[in-house]
Nanobody, 120 residues
Framework: QVQLVESGGGLVQPGGSLRLSCAAS????????MAWYRQAPGKQRELVTT???????NYADSVKGRFTISRDNAENTMYLQMNSLKPEDTAVYYC??????????????WGQGTQVTVSS
């Protein structure tokens, strides 16, 4: 059984920072691409940023220069450092990963989400 568990969300004032974590656990052989998505109330889930197993990254235009994705392959953990937060960043943030399990099958997994609220 594989799980992705996010943490680090909360309430922050505009201009503030938060750091999200996504920890993968279970019968994992290897993790390929990982990503952060977000879904604001009444909107579709959108891709925020991705990172490959070798560390190559991509960002949505709306977060470039403010958000930084990283990962610790030894700990099966991914991070999202969010700086200069804006009210429009308010959303539930989800981690996503393509990974190979111990039974040698590749699956796509989602975390349960963590709420980020940017408000004064």
């Amino acid at each position: 059984q594989v799980q992705l568990v996010e943490s680090g969300g909360g309430l922050v004032q505009p201009g503030g920072s938060l750091r999200l974590s996504c920890a993968a656990s279970g019968s994992i052989f290897s993790i390929y691409a990982m990503a952060w998505y977000r879904q604001a109330p009444g909107k579709q889930r959108e891709l925020v940023t991705t990172i490959t197993s070798s560390g190559s990254t991509n960002y949505a235009d709306s977060v470039k220069g403010r958000f930084t994705i990283s990962r610790d392959n030894a700990e099966n953990t991914m991070y999202l450092q969010m700086n200069s937060l804006k009210p429009e960043d308010t959303a539930v943030y989800y981690c996503n990963a393509d990974l190979k399990t111990a039974d040698w099958e590749t699956y796509n997994y989602w975390g349960q989400g963590t709420q980020v609220t940017v408000s004064s």
